[in-house]
């Protein structure tokens, strides 16, 4: 996230985590989904990048159907993910923000209190910021600021 004065276009401060991004919460939703698998299946696919690449493209799938608000939570459906063992399972955005609370908390790191009322704009940077629970975050730190979301910096 930068922030920065709206009248001189000038950018006045950023702060995040650059090696903080949609990688970590898909790895984290992989992990979550291997072990339900190992739970249910009593096999384990860690070592066969194959299956776990199929689970990572279901998780990244999820991931982005969770930002909007959703009737119901996205199901993980793969036929035959492993030595013909099919794997259904399903997510919700309060079990997603269970398992990446602390990526959360890392998002939020690098801010100030003294940044909250130096600044009046602030514009959202990367893929992980349409999660809407990082909105949230940086909305109630900013004081309930508007979060300019449509720049493509």
């Not at 990688?23 to 992989?30: L, S, W």
């Not at 989904?33 to 070592?47: A, M, P």
Request: net charge positive.
């Amino acid at each position: 996230m930068s922030l920065f004065s709206p009248l001189r276009r000038e950018v006045k401060a950023t702060a995040g985590d650059t090696h903080l991004g949609g990688e970590d919460f898909d790895n984290r939703m992989v992990k979550h989904f291997v072990q339900e698998f190992k739970r249910k299946s009593k096999k384990d696919i860690t070592g066969n990048p194959r299956p776990v690449g199929r689970l990572r493209t279901a998780c990244e799938w999820a991931k982005r159907t969770l930002s909007p608000p959703l009737p119901r939570p996205p199901t993980i459906e793969i036929n035959s993910l492993y030595e013909g063992i099919d794997f259904y399972s399903n997510i919700t955005r309060a079990r997603f923000e269970e398992l990446t609370m602390d990526l959360f908390r890392k998002c939020m790191r690098g801010y100030q209190d003294g940044q909250r009322a130096a600044c009046t704009m602030f514009i959202l940077v990367g893929g992980s910021t349409r999660i809407p629970r990082v909105q949230q975050l940086l909305q109630d730190f900013f004081n309930g600021k508007e979060l300019c979301k449509n720049i493509k910096p």
